[in-house]
Structure formats: C-alpha cells, structure tokens
C-alpha cells in the first residue's frame, strides 16, 4: 500500500505504542500526544472501567494524534491475561482449554478457538479496540517458565499451535480487529520470566527453526503474513546473538525473524519495561529501533517516563508506515470478506 497525501501526516507518527495513566487522558498526555503522536495507545486494566469509558478514551485519543483509525491494543488473551473482565466483559477461557480440547480432537478445537476468538474480536471492536496482542504462538519446552507454559499456550506440539493459533488470527481478523502473534521468535524455551530477567536460550539454530520459528514461518508465509503483528521476545538466542536480547539485536530481526521466519508484516517489541533490558528506558526504545523493529512499546503510564521516551525517539520510518497502513488495509479486507460469507450462508 502505497502512501497517498491524505496520509502525509502520519509521517509525523513517533514509532512507539504508549500506554495511558487512567480512565481519561490526563492534560499533560493529551498535549504530548498532540506534540509527538504516538503510533498506537496500549490499554490496561486500569484503563478499562466500562464499555462507554473506554469508548471514550480510544475516541479521545485518535482526536489528539489526528487518525481516525490510529491502532489501539490490548492483551486480551482469555485466562489469566485479560484486561477486560467480568460483569461488564465476557470473560474468555485460557489457550490452555483449547490445547487439552485438541489432543482429542483437533479439527473441533480450531473450529472452538475461532468463534471464541471471532466473538473476544467482536467485544473488542464494539469499544474501538483495533489490535489484539494474542494469540500466543510460542512451543514451551518442558522447561518453559510458568509463567508462560501454565495456560496460555497452544500446546508442547508445533503443529497443534499453529492450527489453532491460525484461527485464532482468522477469527479476530474476522470481527476486525489484527493480531499479534507473541512471542517472535519463540519464548518458549525461556526458563525464566523475561518480566523479571534475561532469559538466556542455548538450544542450536536448527532446533529453533524446526520448532520454536515453525508457527511463526508457517503465519509468515499464508495470506496472513502482512496482516498480523508480531511482538519481539526479549530472551538471548546464543545461537544467533550471545551479546543481545533479540528485540535490541539487529542480527536476530535480520536473520531470524525476516530471514528464516520470512515475516515481513509490523514487528513492535515487547515492554521496554520490562527487566530483561537494561540501559534507560529511552536507550531501550532506540535499541529496539535500530535493530529492526518498527514500533517500541512503552506500558506503565508514568508520565514522566513517557516524555523522557517520546524525547528520544525519531519519527516513524516509511517501510514501517508502510507496514502498518498494509496491515490496517487487510483488517479491513479479511472483515470485509467474512461479512459477506456469513451473509451468503444466511442466504443459503
């Protein structure tokens, strides 16, 4: 998709999703977001008090950043991670569910996880959610840590994870709304929580690429690859980077996530806040800049970390630009043709 003057605004976008500190944008970030407009705004549960609400802080932010359809996120995975909860959300059940329902039946349980997910993208569209940080698509070893491998994923078997992270994607682009394939290249050999510290993976390259990259390559080369996202892993691949995690290691995007995965769709690292980085939070967010990512991600809300981050940052390249307005293109689209599906079998 090629860029048009009614996009030369969006030229101005600084390449960092953000998060907000409550229910309504404050006045400090309602003027930074008019300065620096973010490219996209990342919602939590201390941001989500009810449908209206949140309604209103999505509209409210597109107002101040002056893109009618600037990305909205949230990780609303079911399980555990959900930001949006019950009474006035429906609560979704875990990958986990859908993993155990698949080694008896797989073919049922893809059919179960696209309309659990086609159903979590209608709710998150209903309140302008646009991009959904899920499925998680990474294999767990059986050293994976808990914190990952207890119920959010797909299953221990490559191909089971990506049959049903597959109609995962299909099911929420279906209700509008884009995926984000977590973790690229795979975490799920970390055996530590990357919230906490650096995981360290040791295992050969060709282990990575016959299981941990297969879901990923397998997405990345469908009619699916330029209209999900994918979210970095900040673990150390020693076998590609022993000095960098690979969301700062222009080597492991290079190599691994364009090169063997082939993904050439929006690549947004995980939190900068995270502690498996080191360094500032504005030298995180260059880092993972310059190594090839196309957007940074900053989730806390401070205030005061967010202009320090926002100061750093360039503005959004085109090929990033480019990427995200394709992936904003086929949303459209991939709703487009299930409306219409649906409508020939109700016709029918």
């Known amino acids: 998709m090629s860029l048009n003057k009614e996009d030369a605004n969006l030229k101005a976008l600084a390449p960092i999703v953000t998060g907000c500190a409550g229910e309504v944008l404050t006045a400090d970030e309602k003027a930074l977001f008019a300065d620096h407009p973010p490219a996209g705004l990342i919602l939590f549960r201390r941001n989500c008090v009810s449908k209206n609400q949140v309604a209103d802080l999505v509209a409210s932010f597109r107002e101040r950043v002056n893109w009618s359809e600037a990305p909205v996120l949230i990780d609303q995975e079911g399980g555990t991670v959900a930001r949006l909860k019950a009474p006035e959300w429906t609560e979704f059940p875990p990958a986990g569910d859908f993993a155990a329902q698949a080694e008896n039946d797989l073919e049922q349980a893809c059919d179960a996880v696209y309309q659990n997910a086609f159903l979590m993208g209608r709710e998150l569209a209903a309140i302008g959610v646009t991009v ?68 360290q993976v040791t295992a050969d390259l060709s282990a990575l690429k016959e299981i941990d990259f297969a879901p990923f390559r397998t997405l990345s080369n469908s009619d699916l690859g330029n209209a999900v996202w994918a979210m970095g892993a900040h673990i150390v691949y020693t076998a590609l980077d022993a000095d960098h995690a690979a969301t700062v290691s222009g080597k492991v995007i290079r190599e691994a996530v364009r090169g063997s995965i082939g993904f050439t769709g929006v690549v947004i690292a995980d939190d900068i806040g995270m502690e498996a980085l080191s360094g500032t939070l504005a030298e995180r967010a260059v880092e993972t800049l310059k190594a090839g990512c196309d957007l940074t991600l900053h989730c806390s809300g401070d205030f005061d970390e967010m202009r320090g981050v926002f100061a750093a940052l360039p503005e959004i390249s085109s090929l990033s630009l ?12 991939f709703m487009t043709d299930a409306e219409a599906q649906a409508e020939r079998g109700m016709v029918g």
């Open 132 to 199: 959904n940080c899920a499925p998680v698509m990474d294999v767990p070893s059986p050293e994976c840590h808990a914190f990952l491998s207890g119920s959010r994923t797909y299953g221990t078997d490559a191909h089971q994870v990506t049959e049903l992270a597959e109609h995962v994607c299909r099911g929420l682009l279906a209700a509008g709304v884009t995926p984000v394939m977590k973790h690229i290249p795979g975490h799920g050999r970390g055996t530590s929580d990357s919230h906490k510290e650096l995981p």
């Open 322 to 333: 480019e990427r995200m307005l394709r992936a904003e293109e086929l949303r459209h689209e």
